[in-house]
């Protein structure tokens, strides 16, 4: 089976974001950039996959700007096979909306006939948890999200899911897509030797055009701006004065 | 114009809180009618029907709507679709599992947790774990949106709209469900509670975590925990508060061992009233706190559930 990790480059889950003042969204230029949290945990769960003999080739693919391909050879140095850059923009402030990457997606899938496509649950940046579900879609296969464990057994994947009221487990037909969450695993760091392999694996540099899909936005943005400050706070001495000032503000 | 609106059900049971809010968000847009699916979901479409600014609900009771599988419960709204112009959720792990699914199938885009109405296109939703707050027009001829519930309050009770049964779409059999392993707790329900207490890392243990659960009781609050503290085992994931957790907003939040990373703070920095005990003082949770205590939990707490 052929597993596709879709990966997205984005502002390090470290960095304190800056709005910029025109409004037009946060300010991405010469700010630390890593792959989003989630996508580390895909590739790592795929890579699980290849070690314990259920996957045979990991492809990797990112959909954005040129530079995205550092993203790529930091998957190919963890673990992937190869890689597929979709350069769909030369802007780095512009976010590919995911209806377009899953459109774009689709037709990767569609080439490279994956038995699993394993995406990170949302990406840091936009938070907007959708790509997944849309690949999904289009394709007419099933899906899993929030996935913390994933079993496949011949045609069918088990897969616990984080959900509100605590874990539900479901049976999904394969081919599928499953979104991961936060405890699914542990990502490896790439060793050094690792790093230097990666530089030689195959990645094909493609553009939004060669797959035909139009990826101009269908949400307009009209302004960014920083969330409203809280007021700061006080601090209290001594556990009698914190229960004197709640009941104070009638809190307790 | 019209919205459809997918009522929150688990085990046949509304979840008034999240639909109620999700409801007042729906409001301003236009006739709200009511989704409610499930393989048991009358008694949950009776209950939606009292929510005020309801005119109509919908009940749609399969066994393959039951635990609301995305491929069916989608294919069940865009069988719905040609008649509304937003099709709307509450923000719920469930919404975010289908609404998604059901964007791409009517080819718009999904506006995920809006948290905010400014008119029936646009809508302000955080991003970058709440550092940022954009306002989005959707050019799309429907809208799919999911309300942030943490962000609006509840509609009252007191409607009375009507109820008509209708038959789910076709199955597309693609999932089945296994199991659910749901706690079940006397507390107040994490994202409706008035009250939060939330232990962190520097609780140290599951046996420890108790004395988060005790304070909480004594406050009559619903217990959160950081990202750490789940993924140490401390406790369950469904306690998570944060980024790619829960969203609270209740008047007061107690932050104990908690040291305040940025994607905490996204799921609880709307809170009236934070309070927060950490030992090192330096800690970033002390910027949002209206009451800081620098101590050790394992004296503050005990005292502070003492002198409650
Ligand atoms: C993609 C991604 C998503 C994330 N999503 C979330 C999320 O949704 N929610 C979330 O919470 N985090 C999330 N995180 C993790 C986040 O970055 C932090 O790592 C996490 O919130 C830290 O948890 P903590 O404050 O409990 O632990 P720490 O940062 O280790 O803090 C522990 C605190 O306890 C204090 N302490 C220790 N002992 C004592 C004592 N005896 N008495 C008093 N105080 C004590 C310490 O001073 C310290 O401040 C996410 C991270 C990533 C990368």
């Given amino acids: ?252 | 114009m019209a919205v459809l609106l997918i009522a929150e059900i688990s085990d046949g049971e509304l979840s008034m809180d999240a639909t109620a809010k999700a409801v007042a968000a729906a409001k301003a847009l236009g006739d709200v009618t009511v989704l409610a699916a499930g393989s048991s979901a009358a008694a949950a479409g009776e209950a939606a029907s009292k929510i005020d600014g309801v005119s109509k609900v919908l009940v749609a009771e399969d066994p393959m709507l039951g635990h609301r599988l995305a491929e069916a419960t989608a294919a069940l709204i865009v069988s719905l679709a040609g008649d509304y112009e937003h099709i709307v959720a509450p923000a719920t792990t469930d919404a975010k599992n289908v609404m998604p699914r059901v964007a791409a199938l009517l080819d718009v885009m999904v506006i995920s947790d809006a948290s905010g109405v400014v008119d029936a296109d646009t809508f302000e939703r955080p991003i970058y774990a709440g550092n940022a707050v954009q306002t989005v027009k959707s050019n799309d001829a429907k809208k799919v949106i999911t309300f942030r519930t943490s962000t609006f309050d509840a509609a009252g009770e007191g409607g009375s709209a009507s109820v008509e049964t209708i038959s789910a779409a076709e199955n597309p059999g693609l999932s089945t469900w296994v199991e659910d392993k749901v706690a079940e707790s006397d507390r107040p329900e994490l994202t409706s509670a008035g009250v939060v207490v939330s232990g962190g890392r520097g609780v140290g243990s599951e046996e420890d975590f108790a004395l988060i659960e005790k304070l909480a009781d004594k406050l009559g609050a619903a217990v959160g925990a950081s990202r750490a503290a789940v993924d140490s085992g401390y406790a369950p994931n469904d306690w998570q508060v944060g980024q790619t957790g829960k969203v609270v907003a209740p008047d007061l939040y107690v932050a104990v061992g908690i040291s305040g990373a940025i994607q905490h703070l996204a799921g609880m920095k709307d809170s009236k009233i934070i309070v927060a005990i950490n030992k090192d003082e330096e800690s970033p949770i002390f910027q949002v706190a209206d009451y800081g205590l620098v101590a050790d939990l394992f004296d503050a707490v005990p005292e502070l559930i003492e002198k409650l």
């Fill in chain 1, 1 to 252: 089976m052929k597993v596709l990790v879709p990966v997205k480059r984005v502002i390090d889950y470290n960095v304190k974001v800056r709005v910029k003042a025109d409004g037009t969204g946060v300010d991405l230029a010469n700010v630390k950039m890593s792959m989003n949290p989630f996508d580390e945990i895909a590739v790592e769960q795929a890579i699980r996959l290849k070690e314990a003999g259920q996957a045979e080739e990991i492809v990797a693919v990112s959909i954005g700007v040129k530079q995205a391909q550092e993203t790529l050879r930091t998957a190919l140095a963890m673990g992937a096979d190869r890689a597929i850059l979709v350069v769909a923009s030369d802007d780095v402030h512009k976010d590919i909306e995911p209806l377009a990457v899953a459109k774009i997606l689709k037709a990767i899938v569609d080439e490279e006939q994956p038995g699993l496509v394993l995406c990170g649950k949302q990406a840091i940046d936009n938070d907007m948890n959708a790509t997944g579900q849309m690949l999904s879609a289009l394709m007419g296969w099933s899906q899993a999200t929030f996935a913390s464990e994933i079993a496949i057994e011949g045609d069918k994947a088990k897969v616990t899911r984080e959900v509100d009221g605590g874990l539900q487990t479901i049976e999904v037909t394969m081919p599928t897509v499953v979104t991961v969450d936060l405890r699914l695993n542990e990502p490896r760091y790439a060793s050094l030797p690792n790093i230097m392999k990666a530089k030689k694996k195959p990645l094909d540099e493609k553009t939004a055009e060669d797959y035909g899909v139009d990826v101009s936005n269908r949400l307009e943005i009209v302004k960014t701006v920083e969330p409203a400050e809280r007021a700061a706070g006080i601090k209290v001495g001594s556990v009698d004065e914190l229960v004197a000032k709640l009941k104070e503000v009638g809190a307790v």
